[in-house]
C-alpha cells in the first residue's frame, strides 16, 4: 500500500508526493523494526508477526484495524491503476479510453469504468485460484522487490542522462542499492514455482501490450507524415482571365490544385465544412482535406479546420475556449472559397460537441470577421483582452479612437453608422457610381495595399485594368478607403451568411492501415514485423471511437475513407 500511494498522489502537486513519502518512510521503518525486534525475542512469530505482536486483550481492535487497512489499500490500488492507465494512454502507449473526471478541485482525480470492473473480476479470480494467503503473500513478494530493483536501475539512469551526475557516483550508487535488491530479488524468486509466477506473466502480458501499442503508432506516424502538407504546397490560387484580357491586368482568382497533384480547377460547394483536425499542427492541412480534395476536386465555400484540444482543468472560460486564424491566405477573399483554422480548448465538464457546434463556429466566425473588418476601419483602436475568441494574424490589433469604438470591439460588434451608407450626396454618387462599375473585392484589397505604401496614382494605375480605371480613380481621389473596408467586411459577412443557411457538413477521416507485405517478406524481422503490427491493427480496430458516437446530426456527417501503408 504504501508504495502504491505516490502514484495517487502525483496529480495533486509535488508537495503532497514529499509529504507522503515522508509518511511512509517513517512509518514503515518504524513498523518493520518493532516487528524484526519481537521476532528476536519470539522466533517463533515468525509466521505471523503482526498478530503474535498484538498485546493481549487487543486482538479484535486489531483485526478491525487491519481490514480497515486492507480497505484503504484496494482503493489506494484501483486509484493508482487509474493515474498509471491515463500517464499510459498520454504516452502512447495504449489506446484511448474514457475517462471520468470525478473533482473539480482535485483535477487529476479520476474514474475509469471499465478498468474498475475488470480490477473486481481480477480480484475474485485471484483469490479463488489461490486459495490460502501464503501463495499470495508470496506473488505480492517478488512483486514489491522487483520493483525496487527496478526503480533503483532507473533512477541510475535518470542520474546518468537528465541529471548529468558524474558516471563514477551513479555506478556507485547503482552498486550499493543494486547489491543490496539483487540479494532479496534472488531470494524472492525461489518463490516463483508457488504462485508468484502469475504476477510475472501477468507482468510481461500488460508490458507487450503497451509496447505493441507504441510500435504500431510509431509505424502509423510514419505512414501518416506524407500527408501532412502546408496548404500551399496542395493548392494556388491562378487568375482567372476574362475576355481580352492579359495576366498581370486580372485580380480575380480561383482555386486549383498544384501542379504535384495535376492542377485541376476546385469546384465550389455551397455551405461550410468542418473538417476534423486530429493533430492540430499549425501550417499543415488536414489528412481528411487532403484526400476530399484528391478525391473530388471540391471545397465548401467556407473551410474550417476544426481542432479540438482537451485540456486537465474542469472548464475553459467562454471567451478562451476559441482561438480563430485565417489561412491559406491572409484576407480569404482572393477567390470564392474562405479558409478558417479553428482550436477550440476546452475542460473536462465541458460540453462542446454537440447539436448546436455548427452555430457556436458561424457565431464565431461571424465575431471575427467583424472584429478583423475593424482593423481596417480603425486602424488605431487599441487592444482589448475582451474579444472572445483569440485573433491570430500577422498584423497588429487595431487601436480604438473613442470608447464607442473600443466598446464596438469589445463586444464583437461594430459601431451603428460603421457598416452603414454614407449620408452626403456626393459620397452617395461616388458610392453608386462605383457599384455600377465591375469592380471586385480583391481589386479593394489590392488598392488599399497600394494607398498604404504611399503610391502615386500614376504608380497604382499600372496596376488596374482600364475596365476599371474609372472606379479605381473614384476610390483613390474620393477618400474611400475607409467605407471599403466597410463595404468589405459586409460582403464577407453576407458570403458567410450565405454559406451558413445552404448547408453544415462535418467531415471526419475513416482511416485504414494496412502491412507492407513487400517489406522483409523474407527474413525472420520481416516476419515478426508483420506479426506485431498484425496484433496492433486487431487492437486499433476494436478499440477505436467510433464515428456514431459524435453528438452531431447524423444527416450532415460525412466520413471520408482512405488507406495507408506501413
Known amino acids: 500500500m504504501a508504495l502504491l500511494r505516490i502514484p ?16 511512509i518512510y517513517t512509518n514503515s521503518t518504524v513498523k518493520y523494526i518493532g516487528q524484526a525486534a519481537y521476532i528476536s525475542d519470539e522466533p517463533e512469530a515468525f509466521s505471523n508477526p503482526f498478530f503474535s505482536s498484538v498485546p ?33 494512454v498520454k504516452l502512447s502507449y495504449f489506446p484511448q479510453i474514457k475517462l471520468v473526471h470525478t473533482s473539480k478541485i482535485f483535477y487529476g482525480q479520476i474514474y475509469i469504468p471499465w478498468v474498475n470492473w475488470l480490477l473486481m473480476i481480477g480480484t475474485v479470480v485471484v483469490t479463488v485460484a489461490y486459495n490460502n494467503t501464503t501463495k499470495l503473500g508470496q506473488a505480492y513478494g517478488v512483486c ?11 533512477v541510475s539512469l535518470v542520474a546518468s542522462i537528465i541529471w548529468r551526475i558524474p558516471p563514477y557516483l551513479v555506478v556507485f550508487g547503482f552498486l550499493t542499492f543494486g547489491a543490496l535488491d539483487g540479494v532479496y530479488l534472488s531470494s524472492a524468486l525461489t518463490k516463483v514455482p508457488n504462485g508468484a509466477w502469475f504476477t510475472l506473466i501477468l507482468a510481461a502480458l500488460l508490458s507487450s ?15 501518416e507524415a506524407s500527408d501532412r502538407l502546408n496548404p500551399s504546397h496542395l493548392m494556388e490560387w491562378a487568375p482567372m482571365l476574362a475576355s481580352g484580357e492579359s495576366a498581370g491586368c486580372s485580380t480575380s482568382q480561383i482555386l486549383r490544385l498544384s501542379p504535384g497533384y495535376g492542377g485541376a480547377p476546385v469546384s465550389t460547394i455551397d455551405g461550410m465544412g468542418i473538417f476534423f483536425d486530429k493533430s492540430g499542427l499549425p501550417n499543415t492541412t488536414p489528412v481528411v482535406f487532403v484526400h476530399f480534395l484528391q478525391k473530388f476536386q471540391a471545397a465548401p465555400a467556407v473551410v474550417i479546420f476544426f481542432h479540438v484540444r482537451a485540456l486537465s482543468k474542469p472548464t475553459v472560460p467562454l471567451e478562451d475556449r476559441y482561438s480563430i486564424t485565417r489561412c491559406f491566405g491572409s484576407d480569404g477573399v482572393s477567390g470564392r472559397q474562405q479558409f478558417f483554422r479553428i482550436t477550440l480548448r476546452h475542460g473536462y465538464t465541458d460540453e462542446v460537441i454537440g447539436k448546436d457546434l455548427g452555430l457556436q463556429i458561424y457565431e464565431r466566425l461571424r465575431y471575427f470577421v467583424i472584429a478583423e473588418g475593424g482593423r481596417r476601419v480603425f486602424p488605431r483602436a487599441r487592444p482589448t483582452s475582451r474579444i472572445s475568441f483569440a485573433v491570430e494574424s500577422n498584423s497588429p490589433t ?8 473600443l466598446s464596438a470591439q469589445s463586444s464583437g460588434t461594430l459601431p451603428s453608422d460603421a457598416l452603414s451608407e454614407p449620408t452626403d450626396s456626393s459620397d452617395e454618387n461616388q458610392i453608386s457610381a462605383i457599384q455600377q462599375s465591375e469592380w471586385t473585392l480583391d481589386e479593394d484589397d489590392l488598392l488599399v495595399k497600394l494607398c498604404s505604401e504611399k503610391r502615386s496614382w500614376e504608380d497604382v494605375s499600372t496596376y488596374f485594368s482600364q475596365r476599371s480605371g474609372r472606379a479605381c480613380r473614384q476610390r483613390y481621389e474620393g477618400g474611400l478607403l475607409e467605407r471599403v473596408a466597410q463595404n468589405r467586411t459586409s460582403v464577407l459577412l453576407t458570403n458567410l451568411q450565405s454559406a451558413y443557411s445552404a448547408q453544415i457538413i462535418y467531415i471526419v ?45 447524423v444527416e450532415k456527417l460525412v466520413e471520408v475513407g482512405f488507406v495507408k501503408v506501413m
Not at 486482538?59 to 492507465?85: G, K, N, R
Not at 487595431?398 to 469604438?405: G, Q, V, Y
Not at 506479426?531 to 446530426?553: P, S, Y
Open 8 to 23: 495517487v498522489l502525483t496529480a495533486r502537486g509535488n508537495s503532497q508526493v514529499f509529504l507522503c513519502s515522508s509518511d
Open 56 to 88: 493481549p486483550g487487543m486482538f479484535y481492535p486489531s483485526l478491525v484495524m487491519a481490514i480497515l487497512a486492507a480497505i484503504v489499500a484496494s482503493q489506494t490500488m484501483i486509484t493508482a491503476t487509474f493515474q498509471l492507465l491515463s500517464q499510459i
Open 144 to 154: 514489491v522487490i522487483l520493483v525496487t530493483f527496478i526503480t533503483t536501475s532507473m
Open 209 to 223: 501490450i503497451f509496447v505493441l501499442w507504441r510500435f504500431g503508432k510509431e509505424n502509423q506516424w510514419r505512414a
Open 398 to 405: 487595431p487601436p480604438a479612437s473613442n470608447e464607442r469604438e
Open 509 to 553: 477521416g475513416k482511416q485504414q492501415m494496412r502491412i507492407d507485405v513487400r517489406a522483409g517478406s523474407c527474413s525472420v524481422k520481416g516476419w515478426c514485423r508483420r506479426i506485431a503490427l498484425a496484433a496492433f491493427l486487431w487492437l486499433r480496430a476494436n478499440t477505436g471511437r467510433k464515428i456514431e458516437n459524435m453528438d452531431v446530426g
